[in-house]
């Protein structure tokens, strides 16, 4: 009877460290964020956990630098580097728990357990979108270079008229 009390013992005690390190993990994965600035410092943005937006600052030279198809570009492509950088975190929080063998990332997207065959998609499959208006590209604005700043343009225009 001793020899079943110890090991009742044994397994309440391994539970309560898992539960504890499991409370840890938990707390690790709450306080996950991500920040990240723009190559020229106009834009830093700060992702919590699961990558949702917390914070967003423009720097006043941020309209002046760029028109706003070029400044919304900027903004996707920094929050999304914080988003990385969250994930990161995320991954290096979830590795401690996991088996050697787990690879975090692909917990986290669901495919921890498939074969790739089962959730990529075919190059001959295809989503239909439906008709998306067509954008030029910041890049191909042929007045985008001969302009300081697309704001004093616009203010300039509205004085003249």
Do not use: C, F
Not at 94 to 102: D, E, G, K, Q, R
Request: avoid cysteine; aromatic fraction near 4%; proline fraction near 4%.
């Amino acid at each position: 009877m001793d020899d079943h009390r110890a090991q009742v013992e044994e397994l309440l005690a391994d539970y309560r460290r898992s539960r504890e390190q499991l409370v840890s993990v938990q707390r690790d994965l709450a306080a996950v964020s991500g920040r990240a600035s723009s190559p020229d410092g106009t834009v830093e943005a700060t992702v919590g956990t699961g990558g949702k937006l917390v914070a967003l600052e423009l720097s006043e030279m941020a309209y002046r630098r760029h028109r706003p198809e070029q400044l919304a570009e900027l903004i996707v492509r920094t929050v999304a580097a914080a988003a990385a950088s969250a994930a990161e975190e995320t991954y290096q929080a979830l590795s401690a728990v996991l088996p050697t063998a787990t690879d975090p990332a692909a917990l986290v997207a669901g495919t921890a357990d498939l074969q790739p065959s089962e959730y990529e998609i075919s190059e001959y499959e295809t989503v239909d979108l439906g008709q998306q208006p067509v954008r030029r590209r910041a890049d191909d604005d042929e007045d985008n270079e001969q302009r300081e700043s697309w704001l004093d343009s616009e203010l300039i225009n509205r004085r003249v008229r």
